[in-house]
């Protein structure tokens, strides 16, 4: 759910004025076109899939990321509110130390969740979840406040109370805080007042949400481009809110055109000029969709006829001529000195089912860096073809291609994602450590440590059982400088119920050189091919969501400096 209130659907109380802008329960939408020109298409057809926390007294969704991770909130037996994170029907519940409630809002692909949580004195925080801890997100001068959404550069939005001001959605990033106001020469209401919640963002700073246009009965949609403000409200509602925004820009929402939104509205899609309904087999008339995926999946929540809120899933069926892509980077990781070239392979699979056109690869964070991408020939490596030149991609097929950055100036290790788009096509999924790229660039020389995996089952260590143990190989050769490097091995952002350890090997035979330990510290000369040996011991069922569950084997210098990385999925088996 999100960061804005106004009602209760038997879980948490929100409030808002002076304490918080919560999820409004009432409603949610978008349209990107101006005021009432927009059409609205036939009913979608989607697969819907009901979510209930166990034994839970009831249960909403909100937040979704692309490897299918759904977050939420669900009501336990004494009605105490407490997040959760559903990934692949595996269910955990995610409590912020010492609240009274607990709200999971948003989700990234790497397994970082945002929400809200409201404190022993009744005062609601927003909070950020990543590598097993917690931190608080509130906006100076914030008597209440909650998170919404994050994208895949950490960036986050949510809204925030302050007696002073009034009511505020926020942007964090790098640090810092944005105020989000809509201006309120977009709509000409004589009780326009303001009131903001930002509720989602994408991973090229586009933020959806809405604010109170018509006194304290209407409110109206707003995407912010780049501090650009454009109008949402669906065709003849007089409630609309914007819930959710993906990459290519299909927003989904609800909206209502009754007096009482609370037992009546429907869900939307807002995609290519057009909007499209939602519809939640076992809704009683009311359901919110929040989150939307890049693959088009939406989120959200419905009430049933005994009026017990459920979590949803709705994903698209396919259809003919809708192209899926998806694509690999290797190495994960490349350190290199200012002015010398970072290499790394890049594959795009077209899964079909149709010829994908026009296909090329950019990256979409900016670094201070030149970037080419080439056709290669997948058995020799060897370039082929044209620099920068699109190419087309043939059903079910896939193309190699080398894609090279060259820094102009120093930068620390940044996770670099890339656009891989076709003209006919959705981009591929960006999923971290699988189609992205660390990369870090040095005045000095510097160890880069290539680092590459292998296991029994390509791309996977397997864990018979959940206490079972498993293990995989790294191979590494260091292109950059001599240095004094530590490997160790960890999960990222998620947190998984196994042990890691890890070894030095020799390279003849396999064997460890030491006992495994949590981490290996060696010095590694300038081209020098050192191999490691890593075990995963299981302390539970690990879902098999190979863009979320990873082991990521790092190289740092004596300086903690990221040097090289990779990783494989892991799951129980």
Known sequence: MSVRSSRRIGLVRRRIATRVLLITVTAVGFGLCPLLVCGIARAQNYTVTTIDFPGALGTTAGGINDVGQIVGEFADSNGKGHGFLDSSGIFTAVDVPGASATQANGINNAGQIVGQFVDSAGNAHGFLYSG??????????????????????????????????????????????????????????????????????????????????????????????????????????????????????????????????????????????????????????????VGINNVGSVAGTFVDSAGVPHGFLATPNARSGTIALSAAVLPAGRSVKVGATATAFATIIDAGPADATGCSIAPQTSIPANFLYQTTNPATNALTGSPNAPINIANGTNQSFLVALTPTAAFAPTNVPFNFACTNAASAVVLSGINTLQLSASATAVPDIVALAASSDPGYVDITGATGVGDFAVATVNLGAAAQITASANTGSATLPVSLTLCQTNPGNGACMASPAMSVTTTIAANATPTFGIFATGSGTIANSPGANRVFVTFTDSGGVLRGETSVAIRTQ
């Open 132 to 289: 097993g801890g917690f931190t608080t997100i509130d906006p100076p001068g914030a008597v209440s406040a909650g998170a919404a959404g994050i994208n895949s550069a950490g960036q986050i939005v949510g809204g925030y109370a302050n007696p002073s001001t009034g009511n505020h959605g926020f942007l964090y990033s790098g640090g810092s805080f944005t105020n989000i106001d809509a201006p309120k020469t977009l709509t000409s209401y004589a009780f326009n007042d303001g009131t903001v919640s930002a509720d989602r963002i994408n991973d090229t700073g586009q933020i959806v949400g809405e604010w109170t246009c018509n006194g304290i009965v209407d409110s109206c949609g707003f995407l912010d481009s780049g501090g650009t403000f454009s109008l949402v409200n669906y065709p003849g509602a007089s409630v609309t809110h914007a819930t959710g925004i993906n990459n290519i820009g299909q927003i989904v929402g609800s909206d209502c055109t009754v007096s009482d939104c609370s037992v009546s509205n429907q869900i939307f899609l807002y995609s290519g000029g057009g909007y499209t309904t939602i519809p939640v087999p076992g809704a009683s008339g009311f359901s919110l969709g």
